[in-house]
């Protein structure tokens, strides 16, 4: 075997296997999401949040598009988990502002996830440690040739034609709440429950 089809073998494999994994994380996502009865885009919107944030630092951090991210944004209001405040330097701006439910949901979110993770369950401190050195060292190098921003329809595309659409569940609740109340601005949604604690 030459060493360029060791290479282009050796590719295909890390594709392969990148590909399994992303794919068990999507699924333990959803599993995590239909357990606390949440759309599975919360789980990506909470664990980005930083707040007070603005909402259009929030839509890049996501990769997504300003209106996808007011629609998170009215489904995490409607639940009582997020409110909306004018940013103090800029009035123009608005900020979204996690609620100590939406705080106590993010906190359970980043345990449960973690403790899902293969990583967190497969690998010791030192073979995480190398992990993670690894990941960084790649998407330095990816930073370092100017990648173009990811793409977020290109990325669904993707993930539909694998079977792996994270936003399928959120997608269905919004478009039902559409076709409910055609002028509604914000989608209706069952309660969340965070431990004891049910926001309406």
């Not at 890049?60 to 330097?89: I, N, Q, W, Y």
């Not at 800029?90 to 996690?98: S, T």
């Not at 345990?111 to 073979?127: G, H």
């Amino acid at each position: 075997m030459t060493g360029q089809s060791r290479r282009e073998q050796l590719n295909a494999e890390i594709l392969e296997s990148v590909s399994d994994l992303i794919g068990r994380v999507i699924g333990h996502g959803e599993q995590l999401a239909q357990k606390l009865g949440i759309p599975i885009p919360f789980i990506k919107a909470l664990h980005t949040m930083d707040c007070p944030m603005a909402m259009k630092e929030l839509g890049k951090r996501m990769h997504c598009d300003p209106s996808f991210v007011t629609l998170v944004a009215d489904m995490l209001e409607k639940r009582g988990l997020a409110r909306r405040e004018p940013h103090p330097g800029d009035r123009r701006v608005k900020n979204i502002v996690l609620t100590e439910d939406g705080l106590g949901l993010k906190q359970r979110l980043e345990a449960e996830v973690s403790a899902r993770m293969p990583w967190n369950r497969a690998l010791d401190d030192d073979e995480r440690t190398q992990f993670l050195a690894l990941l960084r060292k790649m998407l330095r190098a990816d930073n370092d040739a100017d990648a173009p921003e990811p793409d977020g329809d290109l990325t669904n595309a993707l993930l539909t034609a694998a079977g792996l659409n994270p936003l399928d569940p959120f997608n269905e609740l919004a478009s039902g709440a559409q076709e409910s109340a055609p002028h509604a601005t914000t989608p209706s949604a069952p309660p969340v429950t965070t431990g004891e604690v049910t926001a309406p």
